[in-house]
């Protein structure tokens, strides 16, 4: 039998695991909504496929309802949930979660991934792999597009940076990457290219 990717869910207080219905051959989770009303994923058929449809995936089940036109490779959502941020190709790019009002908000060198907004939904924080120099740093910007800049520089190509628990959980922790050690960043960097497995993940 073919492999493939699903998406399943248990309590946090332990138990049987069971999968969440969907009509794809696969699906990769990118993040989940603020008020744990739908999933963000993409689905995909070979896996080879570098940019996928968005799909937002109600819970505990429904019909998974597509996301406009988009295709991104890594998306999260807004903590106030009225926004989706996504990357495509070498650009981020922002979208209603009805589909509607999407506009670029920055053009990258680089492939950015693991977009995630700060918590007062004024910034965005993101990892840009540089094929080039096989190499991966963590950039900011503003919700506005503006004010792009780097925040860490540095990390080996496949060390991607994802800040989601902070978002969603430690806005009071005062943590800055910018003050880890070496040691602490190869032991948060330890994990795959998609969020969703991702052990460590950096905070604002």
Known sequence: MAERSVIGQVS???GETSLIPTPFANLTLFDIA???SE???????????T??????VPLPSGSPRRLGDVNAQDAGWSP???QIVYANGSSLYLV????SDVHKLATIVGVPLGP????????VRFTV?????????????????TGLHPVLHGLRMGDILYFRAYARASQASGFDPRNLRFSERSRMNRCSSRPVRCRFRTPF
Not at 40 to 46: D, H, P, R, T, W
Not at 51 to 56: A, G, S
Not at 132 to 137: E, I, Q, R, V
């Open 96 to 99: 209603k979660p009805d589909g």
């Open 129 to 145: 792999n540089d094929p080039k120099t096989a190499s991966s740093s963590l950039w900011e910007l503003g919700i506005d597009g």
């Open 80 to 82: 106030d949930g009225r």
């Open 116 to 123: 995630v907004v700060s918590p007062d939904g004024t910034r």
């Open 51 to 56: 940019e996928l449809p968005l799909w937002l």
């Open 34 to 36: 603020p008020n744990h």
């Open 39 to 49: 999933l963000l994923a993409g689905s995909f058929v070979s896996g080879t496929e």
């Open 12 to 14: 946090t207080e332990g």
